[in-house]
């Protein structure tokens, strides 16, 4: 994503490290280990197209990363088949297997856009060759007009900027199987909601990818508490990592994003193109401290314990260590 005013990342908490808690941890060497033989490959050229601007990832990564958690997918997906049939066959049904949803978290420049991107890539290529899809949580942002109305325009990226009850119906319906279900696309020139839509057609998996997918149900005024996003995936990934390692990579970002994105013409942020070096670094750091940074603890952050599977980051963008949900 080129927005500025969107979400952080993480840091370990106590819970995390309980050798007793819900996770274990393994270091990158051990989870590289663990992974079969594939013939999946993705060339340099792949790479360069799937990865966000800044962002390193290489072969290597994907090899030791990535392929692990593409198996540790499909074991998900296989079981989750035997579990469907099963059921069907008790309850005397017969009806198509729905979507396996997997969710995807984490922070603005953490790089959970190229994690998202990266899964859907080889996914694709897995065994029975899958139809995935991509959708991110963007597209349920309001458009800038409604967050202006609200008050809310500073705050884009933080949970009550989205129409939450859209982004729900839609992956409700895809869970269900509705044939056709239409989400709306946000444009990262025009900084708002476009006129296009995008159409999901029955995915054998849809990949959902935004800081916020893994936020709890909210309470209703009247005590009910409604449902959840996470309540309908099947599989979810948070990518994390220290909040001052993501904060650089946000400033290192903004100032990458002045030669690309901020000069066209057309972009929300062309007025940043032309600042120096040290004017940009400056307002990029004020926007963490004022924005990123409150919604990343406040929000995002909690959230991480919900999740299948956290990658944990290092300094530099190389995933170091994975925490894998044992119940």
């Known amino acids: ?44 050229q792949t790479l360069a197209r799937l990865r966000g601007l800044g962002d390193p990832t290489g072969r290597d990564e994907v090899e030791a990363v990535y392929l692990p958690l593409t198996q540790l997918i499909h074991l998900h997906m296989r079981h989750t088949g035997h579990l469907y049939r099963a059921s069907n066959a008790f309850l005397e049904l ?32 897995s065994p029975g060759r899958p139809k995935v899809d991509l959708i991110t949580t963007d597209g349920f942002l309001r458009p800038n007009a409604e967050l202006e109305r609200r008050g809310l325009l500073d705050r884009k990226g933080f949970p009550e900027s989205y129409d939450r009850r859209a982004l729900l119906r839609f992956v409700v319906d895809v869970k269900s199987g509705v044939p056709e279900v239409s989400a709306p696309v946000y444009s990262h020139i025009t900084y708002d909601i476009t006129d296009e839509v995008e159409v999901v057609r029955q995915p054998d998996i849809l990949i959902v990818e935004g800081l916020n997918v893994l936020q709890p149900a909210r309470t209703r005024s009247d005590g009910a508490v409604g449902l959840a996003l996470s309540d309908f995936f099947d599989f979810s990934v948070y990518v994390d990592a220290q909040e001052q390692h993501i904060r650089r990579w946000y400033v290192e970002r903004f100032l990458a994003l002045r030669e690309t994105a901020f000069s066209d013409p057309d972009s929300y942020f062309t007025r940043f193109a032309t600042m120096g070096d040290a004017e940009a670094i400056a307002f990029a750091n004020q926007v963490w401290d004022e924005i990123n940074g409150p919604n990343l603890r406040v929000n995002v952050q909690p959230t991480r314990p919900r999740a ?20």
């Not at 969710?103 to 959970?112: E, L, M």
């Open 94 to 125: 017969e009806v198509r297997r729905t979507p396996f949803v997997i969710g995807v978290a984490g922070s603005v420049a953490v790089g959970k856009s190229t994690t998202a991107r990266l899964l859907r890539e080889l996914l694709s290529r």
């Open 308 to 327: 299948t599977v956290i990658l944990r980051k290092g300094a530099d963008h190389d995933v170091e260590s994975v925490r894998i949900r044992k119940i």
């Open 1 to 44: 994503m080129t927005d500025l005013q969107h979400d952080g990342g993480g840091q370990a908490s106590p819970e995390d490290d309980n050798p007793s808690g819900p996770y274990v941890e393994l270091s990158r060497g051990d989870w590289a280990g663990l992974a079969d033989h594939t013939d999946i490959d993705l060339d340099e």
